[in-house]
């Protein structure tokens, strides 16, 4: 059977000369000679002059944005995950290097598809400036005063695990190399030599003077793929807390833990909040601690209430529990006539308030549930069963108790 | 999953929206870590089909419309910086019409601002996201019930228009825990993608009256697809300037502001004669409502709109603010962005503006301010 026809249109709209049309033929030609149909392929094109393919071809084509093209096709070759069909990206110099995390991105990954870079070593539709793939000899021409090195693309997607990266100057060479990089397993990258006939030379032999030498780099590397995975819920593992005692209060009470990093604030909160449910009353929940999580403050707020909660800010704490230095200087401020504030006794400040022993007796991590324990208590809001119940099957059972127990003697 | 007996769990916003995003049919996550929201990556990771860690967040969203063009549906989670690399292509995915959500988590700014601090001040932002005057549906959730049913909308609604929609929330909706019943959620079906029927010969971009292109994906064995990021005709070629890819480019505005009314979302709870009009949004929705239930005891006759499809703005929300003799707008920036985008940065004897940057607006500011 004759393999179907990928090149449509045989006029190209590209100036005469450019090397743009025989680099497009010899996609087509090399994808024509694989066997492949046209609905097996997806031809996604950049921005440039490079980007003005997709009316030529018969396959499935996507039009992207400057130099982004690798990575969406990158996710088209993901999302279809099948090697019957292909993804084949074409982009210029110019897209290369605005790109260039997307082609490393792909290569490191090792995507199922072609990426074919046009390089004519210059952005050809904005009137002819260099990109970050023109060669220092080439920008000496083009009197460019900017003579940083130009990037190695076939060197750097080899070094980011492309399974096959190749560099070729000479126009007989395309098909037969587009062949193997198609044929390729993985991501394959051809840089190809095109010739501007508009802001370079007019003839390919003497613009094969600023081009870099030819090159060939492959790693024997498997496909990179995505896991498809069946989940469960995310409702599945959570523990149920419905109604199984009673609570004395009537009203909304607000609770301020603090303390630092590493103290069981947080996780003291959520069984304070627990507990609360298994109370039968409404709470809700919310932590405060710096972005570097494992130093500073840490400072939890619980709100207890017999109606359901809608506004979830707390102005006026009813109790502060505070057990380090750290968590007082956060919350001291917090603090106002009304609430009740239970301290550690390190903390040293006195100002009437309620001094207890937390850390001496439930130790650095027990400090803030063993304050927790005593305030729960003090206040009568439940029973303090409620909470030994919340820790009833933790794995560290038996610590946490401990800490209830030594905050509830207190 | 609605059954007789209750479950009440601790929960947050973040996992109520992730698995509502999947029993939808969302397909993939594509997250790039950004505060305020991790909790959505971390939830991903442990519930979507197919993750993948982005390098950075324009890849992410690239790497979406890929997925979308392949006929997945992508989801992502950012806040304003990550949304502000992403602007390009969210603009390409919606010229290309690839259905995906993306779940914004407002932050404090500008710039890199306070990263943990919530506020509601990206939304004049995503009023013009699009350039030209084109809107994408952008739903924000008031609470744990419109969570789960928004992020649900929201997948129906990218697929039904072929278009990205943003569920914008902020840190104190999506971070905070609550006490609910998950019982009492309304099951969700997952999104039917079987391409709807079209009058023959296939075009990527043709349409029949409900203006919306049947879709196929790329790669796909009975049609040539072709998607299209630049101005371009039914056929998804370019075609500068022509009248056919004019009108196709402004079909998209049109099939969404169209057809809003099929993905109009809001809560209205008013006493009968009450002349004064509470409007909220998103995170201060909950500050409304309690100021509401506060106004009330003291005998005050009280409506309170709470907006959920913010953008297009559905002609009901108008037509309710007309109807009160006093309005009162309450959102979390500095200058009042909701009530700008419903009536103008005018000031008018009949708006009141509650704002706040950098807290949550209290329900006492409110009934001050309605008093």
Redesign the interface.
Known sequence: MEAEKILIKKKMPFCPGCGHIINTRSITKALEDLGYG???V?MVSDIGCSG?V??LF????????HG?SP??????????N?RK?KVIVIQGDGGATIGL??IL?ASRRNIDMTLVIYNNLLFGMTGGQVSGLSTNHFKDYKQSADNAEPYDIVRLSHQAGAAFSIRVNKMKSFNNVLKEAIATPGFSLVEMTSLCTSYSMKKMSEFQYFTVDEEKLVNDRPIGH??????????NN??????QFSSNYKNKIGVVIAGSAGGGVQSAA?ML??A??LAG??????G?YP?TVGTGFSVAEVILSKEP?????L?KPSAVLIVTEDGWKKVKDRITPDSKVYLDEKIGVDDGYTSKAFIKNAGKKGAALSAVSYWIKESDVFPIEVLEKVVENHKYATSLKSAIASGASL | MTTQT??????DAS?IM??AL??SGAD?FVGYPI?PSNLFYS?SK???????AG??E??VL???????????I?VTATSFPGLALMT??LN?AFM?ELPMVLVLVQRLGPSTGS??TGAQGDLKFLEGVISGGFSLPIFSPS?FNDAWTLSNEAVKTAVKFRTPVILLTSK?MV?????FD?NSLESIKKVDRKPKAFEPPYQPYKVGEDKVPTFY??????Y???????THAED???HKGSPESMRNTIRLREKLIERVDEFSFYELDADEGAKDLIVSWGITA??A??AVANLRASGKKIAVLIAKTILPVPQVIYDIIDSYDMVTFVEENLTGQYKQLLVGKRISSKYKMVNKFG??I??SEIEAAVN
């Open positions: 046209t609905k097996d997806a003005l997709d009316p018969a396959s499935h084509t996507i039009h992207g944005l982004r990575a969406l096709g990158a996710g088209v070759a993901l999302g279809l099948n069909k995390q997307h991105e995505t896991r498809i995975r069946r989940t469960k819920s995310l409702f959570l523990e149920g807390l419905n109604t959520k909040a627990q609360g449910m009353l409404h709470v809700s929940m919310k405060e972005i909660i809608n506004y979830t800010g102005e | 209750s479950k009440k769990v601790l929960i996992r992730t698995e999947v029993q993939v505060t939830y442990e519930r979507f089909p197919e993750f993948l390098p950075d324009i890849s690239q790497w979406m419309a890929g997925y979308a063009a392949a006929g997945k992508p390009e292509t390409m290309m990263a943990t609470n104190e971070m905070t825990q609550k006490s998950i994906p790329l790669g796909n064995d009975k040539q697809v072709r998607f299209n990021s630049s998804g070629l370019i909950d500050a409502r309690d807290s949550m209290r329900p």
